[in-house]
Structures are given as structure tokens and as C-alpha cells.
T-cell receptor, first 117, second 117 residues
């Protein structure tokens, strides 16, 4: 199993450009998440999804959109990039197992380093 | 609302010395608690987790943590630091056990561990 993969690993954008980050997981997890990591601020949740076709806002959703058309994929879009969106972006996934049991831990991808100039 | 405080954004120890990374949480219900490690330029990996079983939890690479309800703490320790332990460590809490709630985690700000030879 590849686990959680993210594409691309690095990207440089100019202010105002758009892009989409792709996250894929092969663990059949129901839940998926997008975080951003900035120095001294830990991880902050941007958007998340509890199932195919559903998304919800996290702590810092402004300037981002997401889609979950397939269970295994979770896309993060920046419509008009700003320098404040320079960050490292992490995708994660998690599962609610049958029988009402869940380990609650999240599994993380390797990250995408985005620079907006 | 739940929150996590990690005391000390940077901790430096000598190789072979005790490692102690502090984590305090607030939660309105009995929490599940996690420690993740992030090596340079990588995603987060789960070190250990507490999910209401034994209060002393053992993880990978000889790390362990003890859940102390009276102190609302979940400090991470390792008896003898190794150079390869140099990384950033994140404490996280989950206190929503509802199905389809999304297994949400709240992360602390992180502690960077430096190991001196």
C-alpha cells in the first residue's frame, strides 16, 4: 500500500495564479483532511471530508476550495494564490471502522511545499 | 472546545540523556491523545496513542507517554536520546466520538527536539 500520496511535491506560483493539489489514499478511509503547516503555528485544518461528495470548512478555509468526487481522492484548489498561502500543505486520512470502533488516528501524506511570489 | 499546549517550542538534549516533551490539553470529555513525529521534509508519523486503556502508553523507538487526568497532561519521554530522534513532535487531542464526526484532531504548536553529540 502506498498510503497517502500528494501531488505535486513542490510548486511555485505567482500571485493570482490558480492550482490544484491532489491527495490520494489507498486505505479505503472515509475521512480526509487538508492542513497547512506554518512555522510556530503547528497544523491548521483547512477543509475536511467525512465521505465521498461531502466537504466541510475547517479552521482556515478562506481562499481555498475542495472537492471529493471519489472516495480515494481529495483535491485542494487555490483560485487566486496570495503570498499568505505560502506554506507546506499536508493531506491526511482516517477511518471509522465497522462495529463503531475507530482508532481515531490520522495518516499523513509527505506534504506539498508551495511558494507564492 | 478542546486545545493542546506544548511547553517549549525547542528542546535540546545531549545524546544519551532523558527526553521529556510536555503536552497539556483541555477537553470537556475524556480525550484520546496522540503524539506524532515529523522528520525533516516528511509528513507526520504516529508515535503512540492513548485511547482510554492503560495510562502508560508505549510507542515506537522506545518512546512512551503517561496520561495523567488530574494534571491534564500527556508528556512524552524517552530514557536515552539518539541523534536520529532529532525531529519535530506534535501532541494532538480528539474528544468527539460521534460517528461521521470526522475523527477530528486538534494539534499543539509542536516542539523541535535537537540532540547534541
Amino acid at each position: 500500500n502506498a498510503g497517502v500520496t500528494q501531488t505535486p511535491k513542490f510548486r511555485v506560483l505567482k500571485t493570482g495564479q490558480s492550482m490544484t493539489l491532489l491527495c490520494a489514499q489507498d486505505m479505503n478511509h472515509e475521512y480526509m483532511y487538508w492542513y497547512r503547516q506554518d512555522p510556530g503555528m503547528g497544523l491548521r485544518l483547512i477543509h475536511y471530508s467525512v465521505g465521498e461528495g461531502t466537504t466541510a470548512k475547517g479552521e482556515v478555509p478562506d481562499g481555498y476550495n475542495v472537492s471529493r468526487l471519489k472516495k480515494q481522492n481529495f483535491l485542494l484548489g487555490l483560485e487566486s494564490a496570495a503570498p499568505s498561502q505560502t506554506s507546506v500543505y499536508f493531506c491526511a486520512s482516517s477511518s471509522w471502522t465497522s462495529g463503531g470502533l475507530s482508532s481515531y488516528e490520522q495518516y499523513f501524506g509527505p506534504g506539498t511545499r508551495l511558494t507564492v511570489t | 472546545a478542546q486545545s493542546v499546549t506544548q511547553l517549549g517550542s525547542h528542546v535540546s538534549v545531549s545524546e544519551g540523556a532523558l527526553v521529556l516533551l510536555r503536552c497539556n490539553y483541555s477537553s470537556s470529555v475524556p480525550p484520546y491523545l496522540f503524539w506524532y513525529v515529523q522528520y525533516p521534509n516528511q509528513g507526520l508519523q504516529l508515535l503512540l496513542k492513548y485511547t482510554s486503556a492503560a495510562t502508560l502508553v508505549k510507542g515506537i523507538n522506545d518512546f512512551e507517554a503517561e496520561f495523567k487526568k488530574s494534571e491534564t497532561s500527556f508528556h512524552l519521554t524517552k530514557p536515552s536520546a539518539h541523534m536520529s530522534d532529532a525531529a519535530e513532535y506534535f501532541c494532538a487531542v480528539s474528544d468527539d466520538r460521534r460517528m461521521n464526526a470526522g475523527n477530528m484532531l486538534t494539534f499543539g504548536g509542536g516542539t523541535r527536539l535537537m540532540v547534541k553529540p
